[in-house]
């Protein structure tokens, strides 16, 4: 799917599952945009493993943003570089989809990330997640 906005588009199969399509124009572009990012603690700044080797990276730069013209109309598409893989990347975008999913079915990041830090805090006494009640099955996860 081309476009200037990631697209999540839920499927029904009829067979009960809800497969999402996802466009990936603007999930490479954001995160390219991301790498760019030079300060830390800074919003959108990229964090990875200290052990990430470079061809990891090689990987996540493996496409490149490629405008052409036909009639005079302007094209941008993500075109793999030639030589370079890009699962790395492809993996990137996929997590990136799957969380803005789980923003759009609800998900609070800030709450859910105090929820993750109070791992250890006795039950009862972690975050309460705003703008809702959950069940107890829910504040079992």
Known sequence: M???R???EMVGWGRGERPWMVG???PKATIMGRLRK???RTSGFSHF????QQPYFEQLLGEALVTT???GQA???WRPKEAVRHEALDARVYAFGALRALVWMGMVLEAEADRVA???APPGEGPVTPGGSHSRWMADR
């Open 6 to 8: 990631l697209e999540l």
């Open 38 to 40: 030079a300060q830390l």
């Open 49 to 52: 493993p200290a052990d990430r």
């Open 75 to 77: 094209t941008r598409e």
């Open 24 to 26: 990936t124009d603007s």
């Open 2 to 4: 081309q476009g200037d």
């Open 69 to 71: 013209y036909s009639k």
């Open 118 to 120: 109070a791992v250890g």
